[in-house]
């Protein structure tokens, strides 16, 4: 687990390049998009219980008031560094191949997961980084092929963007193509909250 903890640092230093590829899309980014509209508290996922069991660390129970990330070209970068780090980084596995189990999330320190995997590392990564745990939060959705899948979202001062394991670039929420299901709340990553479809649909619709 160390040595691929190592091999994550060295890849994240050296990113400069990357860096410069991103300059234009950081620039792009800095349109406004829309923020998600959550609804009330809803089931945790089972996926995110077992992990806490054995992530304490990944799991803080206690309250904080909502923040959003200042989004600017700087700080842009930095998310997507990170975010195509870790996809270049992961070998993309089911859980069933890895685990031997239908579900398991997991941080994938053995260079392997799937998509619950690379949201998690990619959160990790950023809290370390300084950005606020409020801001990254884990988000269940239904892709086009009305399969779940897991993604990250970043709530911003800009709105809300998504970090995905299936693209390298950074998209609005509005722009995957996704039906939003539940996420973390800002306050609490313990607790989750439903996503409003209906607003939402509302939203996309005004923002086309």
């Given amino acids: 687990m160390r040595r691929f903890i190592g091999t994550i640092i060295a890849s994240m230093i050296s990113v400069a390049?990357?860096?410069?590829m991103t300059a234009p899309q950081a620039g792009a980014a800095m349109m406004q998009t829309s923020a998600t509209q959550v609804?009330?508290?809803?089931?945790v996922p089972y996926g995110w219980v077992d992990f806490c069991q054995r992530y304490h660390n990944q799991c803080p129970d206690n309250m904080l008031p909502a923040r959003d990330i200042a989004l600017n070209?700087?700080?842009?970068?930095?998310?997507s560094d990170v975010n195509h780090m870790v996809n270049q980084a992961i070998q993309p596995t089911t859980d069933e191949d890895h685990w031997h189990k239908i579900d398991?999330?997991?941080?994938?320190?053995?260079?392997r997961g799937d998509c619950e995997d690379y949201a998690l590392l990619k959160?990790?990564?950023?809290?370390?980084?300084?950005?606020?745990?409020q801001a990254l939060l884990i988000t269940?959705?239904?892709?086009?092929?009305?399969e779940g899948h897991a993604i990250l979202t970043m709530v911003t001062d800009h709105g809300d963007f998504v970090l995905d394991n299936l693209r390298d670039s950074i998209k609005p929420w509005?722009?995957?193509?996704?039906?939003f299901i539940k996420r973390q709340s800002q306050q609490n990553p313990n607790i989750w909250v439903r996503i409003d479809g209906a607003a939402n649909v509302a939203v996309v619709a005004s923002n086309n």
């Fill in 123 to 133: 959160r990790k990564l950023l809290i370390e980084r300084g950005f606020p745990r």
């Fill in 140 to 146: 269940v959705v239904r892709d086009e092929h009305n």
């Fill in 73 to 79: 070209a700087r700080s842009f970068a930095e998310i």
């Fill in 39 to 43: 609804g009330p508290q809803t089931s």
């Fill in 174 to 179: 509005s722009q995957t193509g996704y039906r």
């Fill in 17 to 20: 390049a990357f860096s410069m």
């Fill in 104 to 111: 398991q999330w997991d941080l994938p320190m053995d260079g």
